[in-house]
């Protein structure tokens, strides 16, 4: 027991190292460019355009922390929220990867699994996205041809369909409310796509309230 | 000096954070990687994990770099390929730097050639990723607290907890799925491409069962998302077909 919360501890003393360097470095670079090209915008620019997005993305960003640390663990949380694409990416991968290995969430091996699997992700997403800028010229084509598109616009439904299959099937009971709210809710409200992140708790509450009740009664 | 959204010295500031924060995922990997075999987890699991991250993530990958070619026409590369590849995320850092060219009367439809519109707009997209920067180490332990408290008490009811967290995620994601259905067929593709990729994963797991094949298993995800993609193509061409 001690030996683990040694391990955790060290994890969120180099986390916060870490984490804390990669927000100044982010700073760092808009206050660079300013400097270096004498380029110093109104504030009153920067406060609109910020108080155009902040609402949401301060929201989403909080929530995101809420609802992904506890999926993540530790190590996870700390590269998953520094290299971003959480949703679409990060989450997926640490869910899969733990099922696969047999291992829950918030346990060592859970821990374990769950930073590798981040981390190996964020790895190889920067490989990637690297040499695509490096081969831009040759790739663009085929990246950008018309024939390929549809595959790009579904990314996120084909990550879902099969991620679905995979979590929903070994809890339907705790799955089907949410889900059928979830659908409703973008059938009767198209237009809240555009805030999913905002949708993500209000989808656990239902999940958790939904387990809760289920729980109580032996019925899980 | 002349401002150029793909100067050298854009490239040279953007590699930096970018060599920075490559670094730390290197360094955690390790770090867990070291904790698996002091934990004594057989390697072979742990290798595992890592092909089948790998590979997942290529295609999703390949869709970011994707976003950082949609917004190099107005930002040039190094802006975007850093705000992809370190904490954003496409939909987010699109919408930010929109509202930030709007926001100074200017639009993404063009190259960007004013330093002090590319710097607003620069500035309006690292502020809106803070948060997460600033509450993962600041609430992060105290998240983690709250969850081991809910295990002490009840064990079984812990892990209930999370999996309602995860099908609380999953179920916006697929309803998220449903949103342009209101446009007609068209709208339809989304979830036709859903079931398609939920199918494929059945299959996989079918093909596990039957043969007995469990390497199937480690790459079933990577699989149905790939073939899901694939499949959006003809999907899209039929569902295309019958609207005429």
Redesign the interface.
């Given at each position: 027991m001690k030996q683990e919360l040694s391990?955790?501890d060290s994890?969120?003393r180099?986390?916060?190292v870490?984490?804390?360097?990669?927000?100044a470095?982010?700073?760092?670079?808009?206050v660079?460019?300013?400097i270096?090209?004498?380029?110093?915008?109104?504030a009153g620019?920067?406060l609109?355009?910020?108080l155009?997005?902040?609402p949401i993305?301060?929201t989403?960003?909080?929530i995101?922390?809420?609802?992904y640390?506890?999926?993540l663990g530790?190590?996870g949380?700390?590269?998953g929220?520094?290299?971003?694409?959480?949703?679409?990416?990060k989450?997926?991968?640490a869910?899969?990867?733990m099922d696969?290995?047999g291992v829950?969430?918030?346990t060592?091996?859970g821990?374990?699994?769950s930073?590798?699997?981040?981390?190996?992700?964020?790895?190889?997403?920067?490989l990637?996205?690297?040499l695509?800028?490096v081969l831009?010229s040759q790739i663009?084509p085929i990246?950008?041809s018309p024939?390929?598109q549809?595959?790009?616009?579904?990314?996120?439904?084909?990550?879902?369909?099969?991620?679905?299959?995979?979590?929903?099937s070994?809890?339907w009971k705790?799955?089907i409310v949410?889900?059928v709210?979830?659908?409703?809710?973008?059938?009767l409200v198209?237009s809240?796509?555009?805030a999913?992140g905002l949708?993500?708790?209000?989808?656990?509450?239902?999940?958790?309230g939904?387990?809760r009740i289920l729980?109580k009664k032996n019925l899980? | 000096m002349e401002f150029n959204s793909n100067s050298t010295f854009m490239y040279v500031v953007v590699s930096i954070v970018i060599a920075f924060v490559l670094l730390q995922s290197v360094v955690f990997f390790i770090k867990a990687w070291k904790r698996g075999k002091e934990l004594g987890m057989d390697t072979q699991a742990l290798k595992k994990t890592v092909g089948s991250s790998a590979v997942f993530t290529i295609a999703p990958a390949i869709a970011i770099l994707l976003g950082v070619i949609a917004l190099s026409n107005a930002l040039g590369f190094p802006l975007p390929w850093l705000r992809l590849s370190v904490i954003g995320s496409l939909t987010y850092e699109t919408t930010a730097a929109a509202a930030a060219a709007n926001a100074v009367g200017s639009s993404l439809s063009q190259r960007i050639t004013d330093p002090k519109i590319f710097a607003t707009i620069a500035w309006v997209m690292t502020l809106g990723i803070i948060p997460g920067l600033v509450l993962v180490p600041l609430f992060g332990k105290k998240i983690e607290k709250g969850i081991a408290n809910i295990k002490g008490k009840d064990s079984k009811w812990g892990q209930i907890f999370l999996s309602g967290l995860f099908l609380g995620m999953i179920s916006a994601f697929l309803g998220l799925v449903f949103a342009k259905v209101h446009t007609g067929l068209v709208g339809w593709i989304p979830v036709f491409v859903m079931f398609a990729s939920a199918l494929l994963m059945m299959v996989c797991g079918l093909i596990r069962k039957v043969f007995n094949a469990k390497w199937i298993e480690d790459y079933a995800l990577p699989i149905s998302l790939l073939g899901g993609m694939a499949l959006s193509i003809p999907i899209t061409n039929l569902v295309m077909s019958l609207v005429g």
């Open positions: 391990y955790r994890v969120h180099m986390g916060r870490w984490i804390l360097s990669a927000l470095m982010m700073i760092a670079v808009p660079a460019i300013c270096y090209y004498s380029a110093w915008p109104p620019g920067i609109k355009g910020f155009s997005v902040a993305f301060w989403v960003g909080a995101e922390v809420f609802t640390v506890p999926m530790t190590g949380s700390y590269v929220f520094v290299t971003g694409n959480l949703a679409n990416l989450v997926p991968c869910l899969n990867s696969r290995a829950e969430p918030g060592e091996e821990e374990v699994i930073t590798l699997a981040i981390s190996t992700s964020s790895i190889v997403t920067t990637i996205i690297a695509g800028v831009l663009e990246l950008e024939v390929l549809p595959a790009f616009e579904n990314i996120l439904p084909a990550l879902f369909g099969a991620l679905g299959v995979v979590f929903v070994k809890d705790i799955a949410p889900l709210v979830m659908v409703t809710l973008f059938l198209p809240l796509a555009g999913v949708l993500v708790p209000v989808g656990a509450l239902i999940a958790i939904v387990a729980y899980l | -």
